[in-house]
């Protein structure tokens, strides 16, 4: 905001909140107050269930590869940092570093369950085109000209984290438009591209980025720019409450299929969830795409997690399955974070990029348990 509209943030702020909590549109999503305090478990390094050096290693390079961008200076981080630095590059000596500096805290629920809900996402390829034609009709938009971002901690200090969206009417600060009134209305926003389907819009928002492959063979490079501040709510969920999938049955593959045999439902479908996602266009590399620590995430050991619960760029410990069953206990490097990642035992599996990826994404609903390994010289988050 411009520094002549500071005066009215506060006064503006405590109408709109006022506002949301009457008409119940959410915008804040849980109140701060509701929110349960995660359980930090202290553990012995004999608790945690092992695993093959290789994932020890690659698990650790995951989290050492932000050290050098964006850790170094972090209060917490940056003294562990300075000293992973000269780990070798093996899984013995990393071994030996983690127990040494880091102590194991297993994460539990406010009921005290250590199991939560572990789910895959990936970067999706969907053809596409920048210009719009017969085939290509739904745009992915940037982030729109009237779209507002209210840091809430400027204001209150309470609120460390929170953004209030929304844009002016007059000198009133109103809620942003729904997902069905930016798809009903458009925005005034630049277009980078325009898809076949509108089900590729939803995958690639709820993903938060992509590339989208034009005729010529080369691809569009996206990411999470902003969102228009309405809560998310998946369109699985929908669909259950709908009796039109068991719970079970909810996977990306199964939404997909269903909107291909309910083409005339499919915007009832999409307005189930009022949030929208606006993309920024990014440099055209072979790296892997960048979370919300702004550093590459690599496939298999970089999750999105609650920031409320985990600090970003915490090093953790995982243990879950793969879809078909398959064991996955490693290190991994809390690098991002979702809307729909909330609570205490919750993290989101990066799977890298295309097909084979989305595949093990898009099936990914397991149970799983986590641990946060925290320097041993530093209070537990929030204490």
């Known amino acids: 905001m411009t520094d002549s509209s500071r005066h009215w943030t506060r006064p503006l702020l405590a109408t709109l909140c006022f506002a949301t909590l009457l008409s119940g549109c959410g915008l804040f999503g849980k109140k701060p107050e509701e929110a349960q305090a995660p359980t930090y478990s202290k553990a012995d390094w004999s608790d945690l269930p092992q695993t093959a050096d290789t994932d020890v290693l690659q698990g650790f390079s995951a989290w050492r590869s ?7 200076k972090d209060d917490i981080w940056a003294a562990t940092c300075a000293e992973a ?3 070798p590059a093996s899984a013995p000596a990393i071994r030996q570093f983690m127990q040494a500096r880091l102590q194991p805290y297993q994460l539990r629920s406010g009921e005290g369950s250590r199991n939560g809900l572990i789910t895959g996402y990936y970067e999706p390829v969907y053809r596409g085109s920048q210009q719009r034609d017969a085939t290509h009709t739904v745009p992915v938009y940037g982030v729109p000209k009237d779209l507002i971002t209210v840091a809430l901690d400027s204001v209150y200090p309470e609120l460390k984290g929170k953004r ?18 930016i798809r009903r209305d458009g925005v005034n926003a630049p ?3 325009w898809l076949p389907d509108p089900m590729d819009l939803q995958f690639l928002q709820i993903q938060g980025s992509g590339r989208v492959e034009l005729a010529s063979g080369r691809q569009l490079r996206l990411g999470y720019a902003d969102q228009n501040g309405r809560p998310y709510k998946p369109v699985g969920r929908w669909l259950v409450e709908q009796g039109e999938l068991s719970k079970e049955e909810v996977s990306m593959a199964r939404i997909r ?30 790296e892997a795409p960048r979370g919300s620590l702004n550093v590459p995430l690599t496939p298999g050991y970089s999750v999105a997690i609650d920031r409320k619960v985990i600090p970003l760029g915490s090093l953790m410990w995982l243990s879950t399955t793969r879809p078909d069953g398959a064991p996955v206990v490693r290190p ?12 205490e035992v919750r993290a989101d599996l990066f799977w890298g990029t295309g097909d084979a990826a989305g595949e ?23 204490a």
């Not at 932000?66 to 170094?72: N, T």
């Not at 844009?167 to 069905?180: I, Q, S, W």
């Not at 991994?332 to 609570?343: E, L, M, N, R, S």
């Not at 093990?360 to 929030?382: C, I, V, Y």
Request: one cysteine or more; a positive charge.
């Open 360 to 382: 093990l994404a898009g099936h990914m609903k397991q149970d799983g348990q986590l641990w946060l390994l925290w320097p041993k010289d530093k209070s537990l988050p929030g």
């Open 85 to 87: 630095a000269s780990v």
């Open 164 to 181: 209030l969206r929304g844009k002016l009417e007059g000198n009133t600060l109103v809620p942003y438009a729904d997902a069905a009134g």
């Open 66 to 72: 932000a050290c050098a961008v964006r850790l170094k």
């Open 191 to 193: 277009v980078l591209a």
């Open 332 to 343: 991994v490097a809390a690098q991002d974070t979702g809307g729909a990642i909330v609570g």
């Open 257 to 286: 299929d269903w909107a291909r045999a309910h083409p005339q439902r499919v915007d009832e479908l999409l307005a189930s969830n009022p949030s929208y996602v606006f993309f920024s266009q990014r440099p055209d590399s072979n």
